[in-house]
């Protein structure tokens, strides 16, 4: 039986019951399909495409453009997953009004049910304005990519007690504007904690230690499927590169010896029509 749809009150349900909630990206079809079996509770089409899928060297240049037919996609695999959309780098930034208006090309072209953005107190405006708007969103605290030049590149976060007390105040400001949901990023498992403790919106970690609500991980990292680098937070579940690479090393092989294609591999004629067509060459 495919199960139900899964919406905010069950995530909030989940949260009180002490349940972990499970989330994961995803940026195509095949994949949604494999998480939607699986029971993935929160899919994240996130800007981190850019990174995984197009080949760039942040998540800065990925667009609205590019993130609404990915989302698409991943709606049309997981129909009853959670589905966020990942607001790109200068999507929210300019104006409270632009940030409603690209959200809502979210919910409306791509049926999200909710969106994420990059902040704490300075996006504390934008937060409001999208709850305002009936679009629900995620907060994301800690490391965030968007930032990577004011944080001098892909490093963790919180690791002082000031910088601590910035994230813990920030949680606490998102979720008084409005937040439904905050991702901590790359901050030690000791304000991961608090932020927890502390809070009465579901709280994810990706690289925030364990006393969070859920767990986030790119589904890439995961799968081995992206080699340029492996945050200090994965968990690889298998190495799909290496995989992935031998079957396409045996693939050459087999056309370069005539090992393939085999004659099950090959369509046939129907009896006699051979013949009838040779007659018919001359």
Known sequence: MPREKVTIPALYEKMRKGQKITMLTCYDYPTALLEEKAGIDIILVGDSLGMTVLGYDSTLPVTMDIMIPHTQAVRRGAPTAFLIGDMPYMSYQVSVEEAVRNAGRFMQEAGCDAVKLEGGSNVVDVVR?????????????????????????????GRSADAAKKVIDDAKLLEEAGAFSILLEAVPPEVGKIVTERANVPIISIGAGPHCHGQLLII?????FFDRFTPKFVKKYCNINEIILKVLEEYVK????????????????????????LELLG
Do not use: N, R
């Not at 890439?220 to 081995?224: A, E, K, R, S």
């Not at 004659?263 to 051979?274: D, F, I, L, R, S």
């Open 129 to 157: 304005a999208l709850t305002k708007a009936t679009i629900p969103v995620m907060g994301h605290l800690g490391l965030t990519p968007q930032s990577l030049s004011m944080l001098g590149g892909f490093k963790s976060q």
């Open 220 to 224: 890439h990292d995961m799968l081995g």
């Open 254 to 277: 087999d056309i370069e010896t005539g090992a393939f294609p085999e004659p099950q591999h090959c369509y046939t004629m129907k009896a006699g029509e051979h013949e009838k067509l």
